[in-house]
């Protein structure tokens, strides 16, 4: 059976479902969601070197495991089985297969129960999120959706305190999710934990939320200088600046990759070139006397692209120390290993701990790496730059050369 043809018309129909049963209260269960758990059940499943028949069924739960929202909201799980169903036994999938597949479906339902390891990957991938960075995001999703079903507002707090009870009760089932997303949920649930407890203390020191008249605070009576470090700590999310440097590091890092593998490409050509002129032609010079000036040439041209070649890849490495005034005056960039590498361990541990506990060592030293990351990248591709040039125009040179040698001598 073409399970890979079944799952392309599977697709297109779940999304006619979504288009045609459109309904705006689904803010959070909608077709962005059922695509986002399909992609995390590819990747469980492809980690998991599932069989085709498998990873068709992984896939089309997938697909269907919330469609029933459109028709049955309190027991959904089991009309997005009836739906799945229906329209695989329409395309000939077996019994077999169907029953795998409604299984899966109806082990997403909380509680999560599943037993087999198909129902766990599924189950899984549509609580991917607890343990993503995407947490929060889809978090606000939830209780905007629960709002809509609700037609009303819901307390933030209780919200917070019935997600943390979701996260304490649920657990990853797949061995691949528990090593990659455990950490992460557990720090999201460290935030939550964190955010409850803050709220809780407002609760039971009510002075913090009431002036002396007693009124509520409104946003006139926070002083200004408050109301400026807010702002000032909005303006500069770190998430968005650490990502930010992430981002930059990693393009530097590619095409730094990119100019090494042009140099090697330059030195490999003219190694080739080099070696059959010294093994063939540097032989025939003594009865081809013409072509002495054109093979000059083209060696003297080899030579200079390889050595602007190999300057382009040579490494410079510092001397590789610091010292404790570097430090305090942070001065010293600890996230590159030519600054550190002839330092002892207690020593460059003491320097991490003091960039790591000051804002403006750390992304100083990030700032700084990025721009040393730069002046190395202008370098190599300078002298790469000049390296091409030499060879391009050189060949040209080197042709036309030995062109009108020739011509010459036929004269």
């Not at 129960?113 to 947490?135: K, M, N, R, T, W």
């Not at 909005?234 to 593998?261: C, V, W, Y």
């Not at 059959?276 to 010079?285: A, F, Y």
Request: with cysteine.
């Amino acid at each position: 059976m073409n399970y890979r043809e079944i799952l392309d018309q599977l697709r297109l129909h779940v999304a006619s479902v979504f288009q045609a049963q459109s309904d705006s209260r689904l803010i959070y269960h909608n077709l962005n969601h059922t695509e986002q758990v399909v992609e995390n059940a590819v990747k469980i499943a492809n980690h998991y070197q599932l069989t085709d028949e498998d990873f068709f069924v992984v896939a089309a739960a997938s697909w269907f495991h919330d469609l029933g929202y459109f028709f049955d909201c309190a027991h959904h799980e089991a009309s997005g089985a009836g739906l799945a169903g229906d329209f695989l036994k329409e395309k000939g999938v077996s019994e077999e297969v169907n029953i795998k597949i409604v299984k899966c479906i109806l082990a997403t339902k909380m509680p999560q129960q599943p037993e087999s390891l198909l129902e766990q990957i599924v189950c899984d991938a549509d609580l991917y999120h607890l343990g993503s960075d995407s947490f929060k995001e889809r978090n606000k999703l939830m209780r905007k959706e629960a709002e809509a079903f609700c037609a009303k507002a819901l307390d933030k707090d209780e919200w917070r305190l019935k997600t943390i009870q979701l996260f304490k009760t649920h657990h990853y089932h797949t061995a691949y999710c528990q090593q990659l997303l455990n950490a992460k949920k557990a720090e999201n649930l460290a935030a939550l934990e964190n955010k409850a407890e803050a709220a809780e203390k407002v609760v039971e020191n009510p002075s913090v939320l009431i002036s002396a008249n007693p009124t509520i605070i409104t946003e006139k009576t926070i002083p200004l200088e408050v109301k400026k470090e807010k702002k000032k700590k909005s303006d500069r999310p770190d998430k968005g600046i650490e990502t930010m440097f992430r981002i930059t590091s990693g393009n530097h890092q590619r095409l730094s990759d990119m100019a090494d593998n042009k140099a090697h490409i330059m030195i490999s050509t003219n190694s080739i070139i080099l070696s059959v002129i010294l093994s063939i032609l540097l032989r025939k010079l003594e009865d081809n006397p013409h072509l002495i000036i054109p093979t000059l040439i083209l060696l003297i041209i080899c030579v200079v692209t390889m050595v602007f070649s190999i300057l382009a890849t040579r490494p410079s490495i510092p001397k590789g120390v610091f010292t404790p005034e570097d430090i305090a005056q942070k001065r010293v960039n600890l996230l590159f290993f030519g600054n550190f590498y002839r330092m002892s361990l207690p020593e460059y541990e003491g320097g991490m701990l003091k960039m790591m506990e000051d804002r403006d060592f750390l992304y100083g030293s990030l700032i700084r790496d990025l721009y040393a990351q730069g002046v190395v990248l202008g370098r190599k591709y300078r002298l790469l730059r000049v390296a091409y040039n030499v060879f391009m125009f050189g060949i040209i040179a080197s042709v036309l050369a030995f062109i009108t040698a020739s011509v010459l001598v036929t004269l």
